[in-house]
């Protein structure tokens, strides 16, 4: 069984510009959750989609957004990128249906705002 | 919202000994906690959990422990290996919803031949 996959795996962006990231969760999988990783501030909960809606949000500017595709595929947005924006940016699946899921990562997409 | 603390944020042992990290949680509704492991250059990997309605949980050298009373729980890591060595996150669950985790800072576990 396939593992979640990211793409791309490195970027390198300006101030200023936009980036979309995508991750393809576990087949059969229905929610997608995006997690920024940083030295500083460590895991941080993005924002999480099941079924093509967002269920729940985390404490990130309106410059970050996603959305979910039919196929459970999901994309994450930065507009406006700024040097703090630089991060290891993780999604993870899981099945969605509880609150105790098991979620399993990706290898991450490392953003880098120059 | 959740709050999780983890200690120690770093820790030598030797190859052979055992290695403990300890988490507490803030959130009483929270009903999940997983260990993760990440190695340089890797995502998170999920190594080990345990629900609320449970109070120890083994699988092989590892093992977690939860006190629910104490809002703490810790995972246990017996006969350590030079692979042992890597960041070990714990998380719990936030009660606002589903699929949603809040992570502790990490701990650097370091094992030496």
């Known amino acids: 069984k396939a593992g979640v996959t990211q793409t791309p795996r490195y970027l390198i962006k300006t101030r200023g510009q936009q980036v979309t990231l995508s991750c393809s969760p576990i087949?059969?999988?229905?929610?997608v959750s995006w997690y920024q990783q940083t030295p500083g501030q460590g895991l941080q909960f993005l924002f999480e989609?099941?079924?093509?809606?967002?269920?729940n949000k985390g404490n990130f500017p309106g410059r970050f957004s996603g959305r979910q595709f039919s196929n459970s595929r999901s994309e994450m947005n930065v507009s406006t990128l700024e040097l703090g924006d630089s991060a290891l940016y993780l999604c993870?699946?899981?099945?969605?249906?509880?609150?105790?899921?098991?979620?399993?990562f990706g290898p991450g997409t490392r953003l880098t705002v120059t | 919202g959740e709050n999780v603390e983890q200690h120690p944020s770093t820790l030598s042992v030797q190859e052979g000994d055992s290695a403990v990290i300890k988490c507490t949680y803030s959130?009483?509704?929270?009903?999940?906690f997983p260990w993760y492991k990440q190695e340089l250059g890797k995502g998170p990997q999920l190594i080990i959990d345990?629900?609320?309605?449970?109070g120890e949980k083994k699988d092989q050298r590892i093992a977690v422990t939860l006190n629910k009373t104490a809002k703490h729980f810790s995972l246990h890591i017996t006969e350590t290996q030079p692979e042992d060595s890597a960041v070990y996150f714990c998380?719990?669950?936030?009660?606002?919803?589903?699929?949603?985790?809040?992570f502790g800072k990490g701990t650097m576990l370091l094992v030496s031949p």
């Open positions: 345990i629900r609320s309605n449970v």
């Open positions: 087949s059969g999988h229905r929610s």
């Open positions: 993870a699946s899981s099945w969605g249906g509880s609150t105790s899921d098991e979620q399993y």
């Open positions: 998380a719990a669950s936030m009660n606002s919803g589903y699929s949603t985790l809040t």
């Open positions: 959130d009483s509704a929270s009903n999940y």
């Open positions: 989609y099941f079924s093509e809606t967002q269920r």
